[in-house]
C-alpha cells in the first residue's frame, strides 16, 4: 500500500486580511497537521502554485514551509516562474525558460512530476518537449511500479467557468502519451481551488483542492473565489491491486 498527501494552491505572498486568509498561515497549518500525524506518509505531493507573484522571497519561504519529516515534491503552476523557482528551490541555474520536469522513483510508486506552466499566461500546456520527456520518463520507469502523472492545470472541464477558461490545452496529445503506458494509475492536478474527481485517458483524474482559498460552483451563488472557508487536502490510497482510493481532509 503507497500513502500520500496532495496540497496545492498555497500562493505564499498573497496576504488577504480581507477574507481572512493568510497564505502562509494556512500553508503553515496545513504542513503542521501533515508533519504531527501519528503515522508517516510515503509523499506529500505539492500540484503548483507555491508563489503568488514568482519572486525569490517567496520561494525561499515556501522552502521554510514546506520542510517536513516526509519526502516532498513539487511542480510549477500558473503564478510560478520557473527561472526563481528553480534558484532557489532547485538550487540549480541556467534554462531559465524551459520547463521544470523532475520524476521521483519511490518505494511502491513512481512520481512524474509535470511542468504545465506557460510563461505569463494563466492557461496550461504540456509542450512537445515536456510530452516527449513524459513518455521517455515513463518508458524508462519500472513497468511493475505505478505511475502517477501529477501537473497543475486539469485537462477537462470541471463546469467552473473561471477555471475552464485557464485548462490545459493540448490535451489530446497527452492522452495519446497516457494510452501508450499501462503502469500509469491516476493523473493528479490542482489550480482549481476546488476538489473534484473525473475520468481522462481511461483514467482516475483526481484535482486537488486549494489551501489559500475555496473557488465555488456557479450554483453555490455569486462570489467565486471564498477565501473565508478553510485549507483543504487530498490523501491518496494505493493498494495492492492498484486501485486508488482518495479522502479530501478540511484542515481547520
Known sequence: MFVFAQVSDIHIGQDREDGGAVAAERARRV?????????PIDAVLVTGDLADHGL????????????????????????????????VLLGET????AAINR??????????????SIPGRDDGLLDHATLMWLDETLTAAPQDV???????????????????????????????????????VAVLCGHA??????TFAGLPLVVAPGVVSTLRLPW?????MDFGLPPMIAFHVLDDEWRLTTHFRVIG
Open 193 to 198: 481551488h476546488t476538489p473534484a474527481v473525473s
Open 146 to 184: 505505478p505511475a502517477f502523472v501529477c501537473f497543475h492545470h486539469p485537462p477537462l472541464i470541471l463546469h467552473q467557468p473561471m477555471i475552464d477558461a485557464i485548462r490545459l490545452s493540448g490535451e489530446q496529445r497527452l492522452a495519446e502519451v497516457l494510452g501508450g503506458h499501462r503502469h500509469v
Open 220 to 224: 453555490e451563488g455569486d462570489i467565486d
Open 103 to 116: 520524476v521521483h522513483h519511490l518505494p511502491g510508486a513512481t512520481l512524474v512530476m509535470c511542468d504545465s
Open 94 to 97: 541556467g534554462d531559465g525558460d
Open 56 to 87: 525569490p522571497g517567496e520561494y525561499a519561504e515556501v522552502a521554510k514551509i514546506l520542510s517536513s519529516r516526509h519526502p516532498v515534491f513539487t511542480c510549477p503552476g500558473n503564478h510560478d516562474v520557473r527561472e526563481a523557482y528553480r534558484q
Open 31 to 39: 504542513m503542521a497537521y501533515l508533519n504531527e500525524l501519528p503515522g
